[in-house]
């Protein structure tokens, strides 16, 4: 199959990488000149484990490419994928869809023959009507159909999850367009992946139905995980007594600081939107969304209570600013305002995270930034795990005890066993467990 990749940010990069290794011919296109010529040269944009060797090996094996020129790719494509950000739109939380439209207009007067138009971007249900409405005004003669195919990849297993999903989801009335979606996602039959195919809008609605539950189900174990607190359990013996449970499933259920990432609270808050906007609101949402929120600087002041209840001219050493590990992305990530509370409550702060720091220096103010973190730990008056990197796992305590001004650790990832850091002789406080 020969594809066409609109947009070679996260999503674009990921899928048109996994496509060209399933063995289709694949155009990637970006507006960005920089980034096409640097993806050209085999630098990815991007900090995702396996996706540059898998870039480099099929562009050396010729089956995908980068460029520019839009009408040049889609012109040559039976299937033109659009996977351009849906950013939250300023003021009113709607996912803004300007690019998503924009995509359509170039993609209507390029195409030739019959194409196959999908949204991989997470779009608002309705997107798909619209982007055929476009697409028939711009060339009222053209043969196309359009299908949404949402995304379900996590930052940092992207590849795994693209090449072992769990289903793919396939949102077309079209018999032609579905034909050239199986074919497309033919090699993984053989990973027995189930191929569902439905209505475009139950399709779009999928996606959003998925991220919200999973942001529910991260919601409700942290409540517990609260509660525990109170009643003094252990929230990982609750998550494990209630996870074993087929209906309920173990995966999701680790307490923490609140989830965040690109795609969680946007997806939860365009959902609630959409809802609204139909009078047909989702409740749970709107106050998994609101708990979620509260819940950051709330892990703030847990690190303050953690330091007796003042943070005044302290040194808090925060460890892990990524909103989760293994990449590089601070995109509403709980660091943030666990910091700004650490900072509006007087305490200095000095930060260390093996991949987020560069952009961290762009969305914080006033952190010294270190070069690991023994070198974070240096004179602190305590330290926050606040992202669950395998590095910060098996810290040698007694070495970081001895560089501490206090020993006092905030676990707000539950990654060490109180008793083992207590014995220590450190203050812990995680989250969840007393
Ligand atoms: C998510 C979805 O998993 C994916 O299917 C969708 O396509 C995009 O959004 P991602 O944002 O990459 O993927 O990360 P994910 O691993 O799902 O974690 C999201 C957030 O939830 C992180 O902040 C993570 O720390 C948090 N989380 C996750 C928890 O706090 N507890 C958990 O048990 C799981």
Redesign the pocket.
Known sequence: MRIAMIGAGYVGLVSGACFADFGHSVCCVDKEPAKIEALRQGRIPIFEPGLADLVATNVREGRLSFTTDLAEAVEAAEAVFIAVGTPSRRGDGHADLSYVYQAAREIAAAMKGYTVVVTKSTVPVGTGDEVERIIREVRPDADFAVVSNP??????AAIA?FKRPDRIVIGTEDERALAVMNEIYRPLYLNQAPILDMCRRAAELTKYA??AF?AT??TF?NEIADLCEHVGADVQDVARGIGLDNRIGS??????????????PKDTLALIKTAQDFEAPTRIVEAVAAINDQRKRAMGRKVIAACGGSVRGKTIAVLGLT??PN?DDMREA?SLDIIRTLQDAGARIRAYDPEGMEAAKGMLQDVSYARDAYDCAEGAHAVAIVTEWNMFRALDLDRLKRVMAEPVIADLRNIYRPEDVRRRGFTYKSVGRV
């Open positions: 995304e379900f990849l996590r930052e940092g999850d998925a991220n999973l189900k991260i174990i995966k999701f259920l680790h307490a923490g600081p609140g989830y965040g990432g690109s795609c969680f909103f989760k990449t709980p």
